[in-house]
């Protein structure tokens, strides 16, 4: 077998007994390497939920492809899309939320065909500070009135106390503002953003901040980034489910989302991108898990590399 960029060689047996065995035989292989042929730029934008693991599988491509200009960006799933699309100056959007057919229309509008695979799963989650210690569950119902129309927490449950509900809104670029509007509103984020007094930010870093910080205060938050990092934030359960790997994988959580990695075919026309779609897809499990997402199933994985074939061959 030839690695890329090198030329044919005698089978290598690699010798478990002796380190400097192992370092020479090493050595002989990359003598026999030319340079790497991949050049030119990679950029990925969009979801910060997905930056962590973008990252990670960017810094692991960069050191096999040096020669690329590699870069994350994380600027939310609507306006990574947006790059893709409409701007062409992102060769992967990173998206938290479903892909739907304006999308696709954009896409070919501009006569491009959009190619859209799954890199993991997450789930959206409801947040307040630890100091509430009055409510671990809310009815969606509940939700609703939180993020609309009530002003204390006493409106949501008389045997709460009348403490002023103060509204945490993850900005209406964000896929996860999409995800929580489509469980909630009918895909409607109107009223999410015109409610009195609500405070909104793309960044999901501020708005957690911002929920821990505020006695009374009330979010949502991708549940994979902030499940085991931030102890000043208590999740609640939805209905008296909790998000957990499990619960999100069988949908019995009420808020579960795939997270994708979307491009065209005529990106993939590009060696370099070919190649960092298919580190990622061969890497999936891997960067899912050291990034705190849930892996996609071993049959889901299958089904995206197979796709990832028929678009770009092997």
Not at 61 to 77: M, N
Not at 104 to 114: D, I, M, N, T
Not at 231 to 245: Q, R, Y
Not at 277 to 284: I, T, V
């Amino acid at each position: 077998m030839s690695l890329p960029g090198c030329r044919d060689t005698a089978p290598v047996n690699f010798l478990p007994a002796s380190f400097p065995a192992l370092c020479l035989t090493l050595a002989l292989v990359l003598q026999a390497c030319g340079p790497d042929p991949l050049q030119g730029r990679v950029v990925l934008s969009g979801s910060s939920t997905l930056a962590p693991l973008a990252t990670a599988a960017m810094t692991g491509w960069s050191k096999l492809h040096p020669q690329v200009d590699a870069r994350v960006e994380a600027i939310g799933s609507d306006a990574g899309m947006e790059r893709l699309i409409r701007y062409g100056d992102a060769d992967f959007a990173l998206v938290s939320r479903s892909v739907n057919t304006e999308d696709y229309e954009a896409a070919r509008s501009v006569g491009k065909e959009l190619v859209v695979l799954p890199l993991a799963w997450d789930a959206v989650c409801l947040v307040v500070p630890m100091s509430n210690t009055w409510v671990s569950s809310l009815t969606p119902e509940q939700i609703v009135q939180a993020f609309t129309t009530a002003k204390l927490w006493s409106d949501l449950d008389s045997s709460w106390p009348p403490i002023p509900i103060y509204r945490f809104a993850l900005g209406p670029n964000s896929g996860t503002a999409d995800v929580f509007a489509a469980s909630l509103f009918h895909s409607d984020k109107t009223p999410l953003f015109s409610a009195p007094g609500v405070q909104s930010s793309e960044d999901a870093q501020i708005l957690a901040r911002g929920v821990a910080e505020v006695p009374g205060a009330l979010g949502y938050l991708g549940w994979t980034s902030f499940r085991q990092r931030d102890p000043t934030l208590k999740i609640l359960t939805f209905d008296g489910v909790a998000p957990s790997a499990e619960s999100i994988r069988n949908r019995t959580y009420p808020m579960p989302r795939h997270l994708w990695l979307v491009t065209t075919k005529q990106d993939l026309a590009n060696p370099a991108e070919r190649s960092m779609a298919r580190y990622l897809f061969e890497h999936s499990r891997s960067l899912a898990v050291d990034s705190g997402l849930v892996p996609l199933t071993d049959e889901e994985r299958a089904a995206a590399g197979a796709t990832l074939d028929l678009v770009v061959g092997r």
